[in-house]
């Protein structure tokens, strides 16, 4: 499990394809500081289990993408020197800073627009239509891995409002028009959806 609060941004290294798998090197000093084999690791929000920790200059990691991940996240179009947003699994007894985030990808969504203000900037993301049920204003989504909350929504996209330290630390600081994204919506939503088809 995991909070959505980025830790650092990383890089990606390497892609290579081992037959159906793709094998991502990341780079991130602070998520790899204590990275072991078999350890859980949000990158984009995607959660990846390490296959090798260390890597070449010991500061990078390798985890393995299996069709799934690569058909229904964005991580299909990695590719080296992109940005990623890391996250480590949450540890018992340490604070829920954001909200409750699986690293369970719903969907892909795309960067609208953005739209600049004084001390922050509201981004607009387009929204599939299966997950427009799961969204509502005030409610708490994962964007590319950071726990945002939703300042407006409809049937076809969602707004949120990014203050300057989001700005800084995550990759959402500097995505562009066009670039997808992966979204989590809240698992408390679904829960709640599937108790009450069966109230009915």
Not at 18 to 44: F, K
Not at 50 to 58: E, Y
Not at 86 to 108: K, M, N, S, T, Y
Not at 163 to 182: C, S
Request: proline letters at 4%.
């Amino acid at each position: 499990m995991f909070t959505g609060i980025v830790e650092e941004v990383g890089e990606i290294v390497d892609v290579r394809q081992s037959g159906e798998v793709v094998v991502l090197t990341v780079r991130g000093p602070r998520v790899s500081d204590d990275a072991a084999h078999g350890d859980s690791i949000a990158v984009n929000g995607c959660c990846l289990t390490v296959a090798d920790p260390g890597g070449a200059q010991g500061d990078e990691f390798r985890l393995e993408l299996v069709p799934e991940t690569l058909k229904r996240t964005s991580l299909g179009g990695a590719a080296p020197g992109v940005k990623v947003n890391l996250e480590r699994a949450l540890q018992a007894g340490a604070r829920l800073g954001g909200h409750i985030v699986q690293g369970h990808v719903d969907g892909v969504g795309t960067v609208l627009g953005r739209t600049p203000g004084e001390h922050w900037e509201v981004v607009r993301v387009g929204l599939p239509p299966q997950l427009a049920r799961y969204v509502v204003e005030k409610g708490s989504i994962a964007v590319d891995g950071v726990s945002l909350t939703v300042a407006r929504v409809d049937d076809t996209s969602f707004d949120v409002s990014l203050i300057p330290e989001t700005l800084e630390r995550t990759t959402l600081g500097r995505a562009e028009t066009g670039r997808p994204v992966n979204l989590e919506v809240d698992v408390l939503a679904k829960y709640v959806e599937k108790l009450l088809a069966h109230t009915r």
